[in-house]
């Protein structure tokens, strides 16, 4: 999110004296909103995160709840700039930009106070993200699609999630040479992007009403 940048003109002399005390109200009001806005990115954030992986079948290095996700999503306050925390998610909860995206994605991240190069980016450049593509995988023997503990065909529900087979009820026979392949990409659920757009509008419009209040005319003035 970017920072308030303020240039003040009293070319009228409308508030004398008082100008510094405006000034100084508005700043109090900005770094509160700035505030504000990191707590509510945060929430909307989390709150935008759904959990679509069984904890059956979790993978090396992988949560295995939603929450242990959920918690290491945050917003921070840093100087004057308001910006996810990307350097703790990549540290916590590595595949995070897997379920930000989407496999088969690309994304660019725009750092709060940096400014990417123009064109197309560079091969190695480090605010380009790729995450592959995972149709056509091959899907371990051992695993079936299933839905709370129920197997279901490959693709026959949207909620289904890979399964040990040994845990699953209903399973039929099948040919231990047969391999399954996933057939979808995993849907990007830009949980970033929504907290971000949600706490930017609730900032400007805390910043905008401080700046109308702190230099509206008043008898006192």
């Known amino acids: 999110?970017?920072?308030?940048?303020?240039?003040?003109?009293?070319?009228?002399?409308?508030?004398?004296?008082?100008?510094?005390?405006?000034?100084?109200?508005?700043?109090?009001?900005?770094?509160?909103?700035?505030t504000q806005a990191a707590r509510i990115a945060t929430q909307r954030t989390r709150s935008n995160f759904q959990y679509r992986r069984d904890a059956i079948a979790v993978r090396a290095g992988r949560s295995s709840s939603g929450g242990k996700m959920r918690q290491h999503l945050s917003w921070k306050v840093n100087k004057n700039l308001v910006e996810f925390d990307i350097k703790h998610a990549d540290t916590a909860v590595k595949h995070w930009l897997i379920q930000e995206i989407g496999t088969g994605q690309r994304a660019t991240l725009r750092r709060a106070g940096e400014t990417n190069p123009t064109g197309r980016p560079r091969n190695g450049s480090t605010y380009v993200r790729t995450v592959r593509s995972q149709k056509g995988r091959p899907i371990k023997v051992g695993l079936v699609f299933a839905t709370g503990g129920q197997y279901s065909p490959p693709g026959s529900r949207v909620d289904e999630q890979l399964q040990?087979?040994?845990?699953?009820?209903?399973?039929?026979?099948?040919?231990?040479?047969?391999?399954?392949?996933?057939?979808?990409?995993?849907?990007?659920?830009?949980?970033?992007?929504?907290?971000?757009?949600?706490a930017f509008r609730v900032y400007e419009n805390s910043v905008r009403a401080a700046a109308r209040q702190a230099f509206q005319k008043s008898k006192t003035s």
């Open 164 to 198: 040990l087979a040994s845990k699953v009820n209903g399973v039929p026979p099948r040919n231990r040479r047969a391999q399954m392949v996933i057939k979808r990409e995993i849907r990007g659920q830009h949980f970033v992007q929504k907290g971000g757009t949600t």
């Open 1 to 34: 999110m970017p920072k308030l940048v303020m240039t003040v003109k009293d070319r009228q002399q409308m508030f004398g004296a008082g100008l510094d005390r405006r000034l100084k109200k508005l700043t109090d009001a900005e770094q509160a909103a700035r």
